[in-house]
Structure formats: C-alpha cells, structure tokens
C-alpha cells in the first residue's frame, strides 16, 4: 500500500507564512503528479497546486504568487511554501499523488489525512 503523510499546518496571523510537507512511502515504483488541495467549511475540495515530475507546476488563481509548491523525487516527498497568507486560505488541507506501485502499470491516486491551516484577520 501507500502512504501520504502531511505535516506544518497551524495558526498563523494574516500575512503570515506556513509551509506544508507531505511524504509519500511505501510499494513505490514511481509518482506522476503530485499535488495540494484544500476544502474549508461547507464548501467543496479544490486544487491548489500541482507539480509533475519534471516540476511543471499549476496553481490556483486565488494563490498565484503567494503559494510555491515543490517536490523531491528522491525523497517522495511534495511541499507548499504558502507567504502572504489571507483569512480566506483557511481550510484542510490534503496532499494528492498519483503513484505508479510495483506490479501495478497505472497510476492510482492516494490522498494524505489533511491538515488544519488556520489564518487569523
């Protein structure tokens, strides 16, 4: 199996700065794209960044140039360097990958358990 652990949410003031680290491990043969979503309170989980294997990234038009997402191939692991920070971010935050397992030739999507970013006004 695989599993994708998240870690740095926290309380933060308004135009503060959190970075967030997710790892992923186990029967790893490969990560496609790796990724960051966020669901806050009554509203539907949306993508915040991606990042491929040969860093080609994407974000979200509510965290451009405020939000850099990066990734180590080496290390399976996937982070987001969020500066700026509005009361508006505040929401759970999930780590995505799409891992290719040994024995297996497809990606499956695999999701970490979430963790709380709060920003205070």
Known sequence: QVQLVESGGGLVQAGGSLR????????????????WYRQAPGKQ????A?????????????????????RDNAK?????????????????????????RFGYGYPQSYWGQGTQVTVSS
């Open 76 to 100: 399976n692991t996937v982070s987001l360097q969020m500066n700026s920070l509005k009361p508006e971010d505040t929401a759970v935050y999930y780590c995505n990958a799409d891992v290719i």
């Open 20 to 35: 967030l680290s997710c790892a992923a491990s186990g029967s790893i043969f490969r990560i496609n794209v790796m990724g």
């Open 50 to 70: 991606t990042i491929t294997r040969t860093t080609t990234t994407t974000y979200a038009e509510s965290v451009k140039g405020r939000f850099t997402i990066s």
């Open 45 to 48: 989980r949306e993508l915040v």
